[in-house]
């Protein structure tokens, strides 16, 4: 089904996992990509990138969840009402967003 291998294999958020890392993940809330793993995310590997700051995050976040300190840790880039499926401009909102997050580049 379209639906299953946009769950799976699309961005739905990313997540900071370490000091200054962070994952992409899936509609299933799993590393994108995968479909059948725990959701420990002790055992996932993030990656650093340059720009990823709250202010890029809030370019391309419907939603920012932050710790208790007020510091980032997960954001959506899109929720119910803004499902790329919904409308061509749902779509292309989406993949907006996708291109501003392909742009940044992985710190040395």
Do not use: C
Request: a neutral charge; hydrophobic letters at 35%; glycine letters at 6%.
């Amino acid at each position: 089904m379209i639906y299953d291998f946009l769950n799976i294999n699309l961005p739905y958020g990313i997540q900071k996992v370490g000091k200054d890392e962070w994952v992409i993940f899936n509609r299933k809330y799993l590393p994108l990509g995968s479909n059948n793993m725990a959701h420990n995310t002790e055992e996932w590997v993030g990656l650093s990138y340059n720009g990823l700051t709250d202010e890029f995050l809030n370019k391309i976040a419907v939603t920012i969840l932050k710790d208790e300190n007020g510091i980032a840790v997960k954001a959506f880039f899109y929720n119910e009402d803004s499902h790329p499926q919904q409308s061509n401009q749902h779509y292309n909102d989406y993949f907006d967003k996708l291109k501003l997050l392909g742009k940044l580049k992985l710190k040395s």
